[in-house]
């Protein structure tokens, strides 16, 4: 008979064996519908954050780098603005070039320069990093401006949904990203299975896998949150999540396991 719900998970799957086990023999399906309603908890305080600091952003930094924008207008492909050029676009606190307008040909690259972001007269020129750059041509526009009001608006609206857009991409990308991660983990623990001569279904070891990573999910979460930075935290969360999955096929193996104090399952 079953003794514990999906949301005895966050906490016991830390330290208890008899809830493993109950996982292991009781549990029905693959536990993604669990790792699902997980993922969308944790994600709330990381959006929260996200639409306190753009917000921040918004109001207090961004204003100083529009003010620097000219117009710029773009006529079948080509680009022109009202000011002189070369024109730079500035950091306004460590003044470092962030972008330069040149639709007059003089300057064609971003060689030399510490800015990010290059408008020709027919491209914008984007340096991703070190060893990355993008060009994008401007021959498929017809007709646009682009001036401070413009941008205003878009950061007004932006600030506005923010957190409503981000969230269904942040939790339905780290569902994919964890889903192919248990399925790995699963594999894994067919290795552990077989030190305790047992033969679980694959299904089964999905259910563990999902339940392994529960404390690496949840301290993750939390370690973000008040701005812990673990050294390689990859390979942490790694080790973490192989030393639960033992534990869990341990847990599950065992036989002789006194139980814990029942409690009623919450559905």
Same mark, same amino acid.
């Given at each position: 008979?079953?003794?514990?719900?999906?949301?005895?998970?966050?906490?016991?799957?830390?330290?208890?064996?008899?809830?493993?086990?109950?996982?292991?023999?009781?549990?029905?399906?693959?536990?993604?519908?669990?790792?699902?309603?997980?993922?969308?908890?944790?994600?709330?305080?990381?959006?929260?954050?996200?639409?306190?600091?753009?917000?921040?952003?918004?109001?207090?930094?961004?204003?100083?780098?529009?003010?620097?924008?000219?117009?710029?207008?773009?006529?079948?492909?080509?680009?022109?603005?009202?000011?002189?050029?070369?024109?730079?676009?500035?950091?306004?606190?460590?003044?470092?070039?962030?972008?330069?307008?040149?639709? +007059?040909?003089?300057?064609? $690259?971003?060689?030399?320069?510490?800015?990010?972001?290059?408008?020709?007269? +027919?491209?914008?020129?984007?340096?991703?990093?070190?060893?990355?750059?993008?060009?994008?041509?401007?021959?498929?526009?017809?007709?646009?401006?682009?001036?401070?009001?413009?941008?205003?608006?878009?950061?007004?609206?932006?600030?506005?949904?923010?957190?409503?857009?981000?969230?269904?991409?942040?939790?339905?990308? $780290?569902?994919?990203?964890?889903?192919?991660?248990?399925?790995?983990?699963?594999?894994?623990?067919?290795?552990?299975?077989?030190?305790?001569?047992?033969?679980?279904?694959?299904?089964?070891?999905?259910?563990?896998?999902?339940?392994?990573?529960?404390?690496?999910?949840?301290? $993750?979460?939390?370690?973000?949150?008040?701005?812990?930075?673990?050294?390689?935290?990859?390979?942490?969360?790694?080790?973490?999540?192989?030393?639960?999955?033992?534990?869990?096929?341990?847990?599950?193996?065992?036989?002789?396991?006194?139980?814990?104090?029942?409690?009623?399952?919450?559905?």
């Amino acid at each position: 008979m079953k003794q514990y719900g999906m949301f005895h998970a966050p906490y016991m799957s830390f330290f208890s064996q008899d809830f493993y086990r109950d996982v292991d023999r009781h549990w029905k399906g693959t536990g993604f519908a669990y790792l699902l309603l997980l993922l969308t908890i944790c994600w709330i305080p990381g959006i929260v954050q996200l639409h306190v600091s753009f917000g921040d952003y918004a109001e207090n930094d961004a204003p100083a780098l529009i003010e620097q924008l000219p117009t710029i207008t773009i006529v079948k492909g080509e680009a022109s603005v009202d000011v002189a050029q070369p024109y730079e676009i500035t950091d306004p606190d460590s003044g470092k070039i962030i972008a330069v307008i040149d639709t +007059t040909g003089k300057t064609v $690259s971003l060689e030399g320069t510490a800015a990010r972001v290059l408008l020709t007269k +027919t491209e914008v020129i984007y340096k991703k990093n070190q060893i990355e750059t993008r060009n994008y041509s401007l021959q498929d526009i017809e007709a646009f401006v682009l001036d401070q009001e413009t941008v205003t608006g878009w950061l007004a609206i932006l600030r506005t949904y923010i957190a409503i857009v981000s969230f269904p991409f942040a939790v339905l990308g $780290s569902f994919a990203f964890r889903v192919v991660q248990v399925l790995i983990y699963a594999a894994i623990g067919i290795l552990f299975d077989r030190m305790y001569k047992t033969d679980r279904p694959y299904e089964t070891l999905l259910r563990l896998s999902v339940m392994a990573i529960t404390p690496v999910i949840i301290a $993750s979460t939390v370690f973000d949150m008040i701005g812990i930075k673990i050294p390689f935290h990859g390979l942490v969360y790694f080790l973490a999540a192989m030393g639960y999955l033992y534990f869990a096929v341990y847990s599950a193996s065992r036989q002789d396991i006194t139980p814990e104090k029942p409690s009623t399952s919450v559905y």
